[in-house]
């Protein structure tokens, strides 16, 4: 082996022998316990001044228990990664609950009982997630003043490095950027992470994942895959790809796009379909017809990551481990050219 190698994280030289599978939708799996607002409470909030149903971070405080089963249930069907319950765990997103002061405890919350998932099992690995905030920085909801924000890029920057710190000294081993559909809003995040490394010496691997909303093949915010790749490369990321929005379907072609152009490692996790409420899980892609569209792209090479988002479960993550099981991980050489 020669020094490069050993110098590896384990997840790239991981990455280098395999597609890598990523876990599926907490959301989803919060749901099926029904869980009522007594119990995102617990004793401890029982008097807080506002409704906490729905606060699926707070339970990293308050039902540890479920989200440690839900992470095992991930482990358990074959996920190497699995992301902490910190969708919306920053002040900005915190401040519709009143809990802005909690952010660090529950991002310390999140990754240690992620951690202690992980620890049941041999070479797994925990990714901080950083969602996308409840403000953007790219468009005005006042149609009467297109120039107006409702936060400014050092607020969402320095909001975001109070989580990143606190995942950081929870016991991550890397940072997941994702459902992007800001980019403004993802650069604020990565300077955050940026500023940290450099202050603390501190550097783990960086993966972002963005959302394309449509079939337009565009964010939200009017980028296309290709404008939306180059906008972010100078963060250099162990990986970039495409989560939540659309299912693998829709997602395919975007997919495509990005496996010829990213000069790093691809991810993607679609959603079990387009959001369909007639169906008994609002999702229509069952583990049996998700699995082998997913498959198909990892035969093309396409693939270094794959999980699932809205809708997934760990039936869906085990389809699809099995599925690509024996399938070459996409080779960063043959594309990018």
């Not at 082996?1 to 907490?26: F, K, S, Y």
């Not at 992620?114 to 070479?123: L, T």
């Not at 960086?206 to 790749?229: K, P």
């Not at 989560?243 to 152009?261: Q, V």
Request: charged share 20%; with cysteine.
């Amino acid at each position: 082996m020669t020094q490069a190698a050993t110098n590896l994280h384990p997840l790239e030289a991981l990455l280098r022998e395999r597609i890598v599978i990523l876990d599926g939708a907490m959301g989803t799996m919060v749901q099926r316990y029904k869980l009522q607002e007594a119990d995102y409470r617990g004793a401890r909030f029982a008097d807080w001044p506002r409704d906490l149903k729905g606060n699926n971070d707070l339970l990293c405080i308050t039902k540890p228990e479920v989200i440690e089963e839900i992470h095992t249930q991930y482990l358990e069907a074959g996920a190497d990664i699995i992301e902490t319950n910190t969708f919306n765990a920053q002040s900005i997103s915190m401040a519709d609950y009143g809990m802005e002061s909690l952010v660090r405890e529950l991002n310390l919350a999140a990754a240690r009982v992620a951690r202690k998932a992980a620890a049941k099992f041999q070479n797994k690995f925990v990714a901080g997630a950083i969602g996308p905030m409840s403000k953007t920085l790219t468009i005005s909801r006042d149609v009467n003043d297109p120039a107006k924000r409702e936060v400014t890029f050092d607020q969402v920057k320095n909001a975001y490095r109070e989580q990143v710190e606190a995942l950081v000294e929870g016991g991550v081993d890397v940072l997941l950027v994702e459902t992007i559909f800001d980019t403004l809003n993802a650069k604020a995040a990565l300077f955050a992470i940026s500023e940290f490394f450099e202050m603390s010496g501190h550097r783990l691997p960086v993966m972002i994942s963005g959302t394309i909303t449509d079939l337009s093949g565009r964010t939200l915010t009017g980028q296309t895959v290709e404008a939306f790749l180059i906008s972010l490369l100078h963060a250099e990321p162990l990986s970039i790809g495409l989560n939540c929005a659309l299912g693998p379907k829709e997602m395919r072609p975007y997919i495509e796009e990005l496996a010829h152009l990213a000069p790093c490692y691809v991810s993607c996790y679609p959603n079990a379909g387009l959001p369909d409420p007639l169906s008994e899980t609002g999702f229509p892609e069952t583990p049996e017809t998700l699995a082998p569209q997913l498959r198909e792209w990892a035969e093309n090479g396409w693939l270094n990551i794959v999980g699932g988002c809205c809708g997934t479960t760990p039936p869906h993550i085990k389809a699809i481990a099995d599925a690509v099981h024996g399938c070459a991980p996409r080779k960063l050489s043959e594309f990018a050219k």
